[in-house]
């Protein structure tokens, strides 16, 4: 059977899994989750069963469901065979790691879409804090450690991490210009088709107004 | 040894505070392999906060702890780092080798690393204010709640089997954290069983917050 993925369009989390199976020719089908409508699907007891953090993406592969986009992710990385999505070298892999991390625990939950509902009448300066907040970090690091990719010239998960990044970034008008390699970058991103064939405005539940 | 630069190839380096729970799980992860490392404490509360000076910022640009100097590199984010050291250092895995119970504790990992405590450290806090309390309780009992519900398929003696993992490495940390914050872990019965077992392990306790060269007195052991 195929990988199942549950995830939603413009879901940052889920988008970096469907960047992983493209990069890697990997076939999955898609079960969408709507996060707004019905007071939003992931939040159903038949949801919760796949992901007890009632939060997309959740995948099905292999007889087993994990949660969690960069666990998903590794053991897709583990299990397939394809273009590394991790570099050999230790050190090399630690920034991959470390640029990873920066973006999935140091930016995108402060603006995922669970915080904002709590902040409320706010959450366009707050998500804009945190994400500048980050890219500022990320921006520093990144001019150290990138080449054509995020680590060097061979792509890896932090790219995966950083495509859907900007576009949260884009999301909340956060102007991407004032960080020059993390916008270069996305435009290399851009281009590859593993992050075109994913990308939020050509899922099966994007929305018509919001179609390529 | 004593010439500042040689130490940095000879000893890792690790710049945390005593109770960061990030910095916590390094120092676990050092003690499970039986690695030697320095501390340079980092008071987060001290003159404003010393992880903001530039100083700091040029070890780590998020201005946070922890970050570790080690094999002439200089890594932020915990999960990063102890999974370098993993990957760099014979001793007790702190990953197993079958593939999906390395991704079951990459999501427990995960959880924690990205689901709670992001939403409970201390810049958030001080940024929500006056609520910070309830707001920290909030995100962490929603965390636990569904992490008793995964531990409780994945747990043996540790959160994944009978072996213990990167996932114990994060767990214990939390528990304190939620206990700083006066959340009842009795409500969650596999977290509490877990917690117990690992505080009882050196590895845990010589690790502690309350007995780190910059613990302050009155919460010394």
Known sequence: ?????????????????????????????QVPVNLIKDGGQQLTDQYKELNPMQQVPAVTIDGVTLSQSLAIIQYIEETRPGPALLPADPQKRAKVRMICDLIASGIQPLQNLYVLQKIGEDKVSWAQHFIIRGFVALESLLKETAGKYCVGDEISMADICLAPQVYNAERFKVDVDQFPTIKRLNQTLLALEAFSTSHPSCQPDTPADLRA
Do not use: E, N, Q, T
Request: hydrophobic share 45%; aromatic share 18%; charged share 20%.
């Open 1 to 29: 059977a195929a990988p199942l993925l549950h995830g939603y369009f413009r879901s940052s989390c889920s988008w970096r899994v469907r960047i992983a199976f493209a990069l890697k020719g990997i076939d999955y089908d």
